[in-house]
Nanobody, 124 residues
């Protein structure tokens, strides 16, 4: 069974940075496209960033483009989300997701496995 475990969330101030990590076990990490989603209170879960299984191509939501960077280390079975210049609108639970495919898609229903989430809170 594939398991995803996120870490790195916390409480920060506007303008600060955080790096989220997602460690994957129980499967062949390089077979999965990986993505980060987030869900704020009262809102639907939304796509944040994704990376192909080779790591060669990435995709971002417009709201985070230029501030967030997704990367992966296939040797460590880990995907990262570097978040810079955070603002209060970035406050949410952030989820890591894995899709048994080479390509990244934005819909939650395309992903086979999910982590439990990590809270990111940005104060103004």
């Amino acid at each position: 069974q594939v398991q995803l475990v996120e870490s790195g969330g916390g409480l920060v101030q506007a303008g600060d940075s955080l790096r989220l990590s997602c460690a994957v076990s129980g499967g062949t990490f390089s077979n999965y496209a990986m993505a980060w989603f987030r869900q704020a209170p009262g809102k639907e879960r939304e796509f944040v960033a994704g990376i192909r299984r080779s790591g060669g191509n990435t995709a971002y939501a417009d709201s985070v483009k230029g501030r967030f960077t997704i990367s992966r280390d296939n040797a460590k079975n880990t995907v990262y989300l570097q978040m810079d210049n955070l603002n209060p609108e970035d406050t949410a639970v952030y989820y890591c997701a894995a899709r048994l495919s080479s390509t990244v898609l934005a819909g939650t229903f395309h992903y086979n496995y999910w982590g439990q989430g990590t809270q990111v809170t940005v104060s103004s």
